[in-house]
């Protein structure tokens, strides 16, 4: 299959990996997850697709969540992207950092906002549906663009 050229961005999973999911994440670059996987077998399914990272959530627990770490700051093309799960427990400048983008999950809620140069993206939940949001993930691509992918 032909590479994308994009990541994934993926978050809220709560241990449901959804088949509709796996075959739109087919042939992307990499596939980032923000926290609350729910379960190893998320990982392992997630992992099969593309090189995965992901940062542990409030409800990963046990073994295999504690090998997971609470933030990550990876390469996305050149750029240099935070990971974490809940923007509240952000505990540094991200612009300061040399940061570009800081991807989190938690609310459910698919959004982009810039501040001070800094973009700030949730991909939504591609668990089962919570707060009346939609289920939702998202891709990046090299320009820093992010394209929401709703599955309602």
Known sequence: MAELNRIALVSDTHGLLRPDVVSGLAGVTKILHLGDLGAPDVLEGLARIAP????????????????????DVVDAFGHRVYLIHDLAQLDLDPGAAGVEMVLYGHTHEPRADER????????????PRRFQQPVSYAFLDAALRVEFVTLD
């Not at 995965?52 to 933030?71: I, S, Y």
């Open 52 to 71: 995965l990272h992901a940062v542990r959530g409030n409800v990963d627990r046990g073994g295999w969540a504690q090998a997971l770490p609470e933030t």
């Open 116 to 127: 001070d140069g800094v973009w700030y993206v949730n991909p939504g939940s591609i668990g």
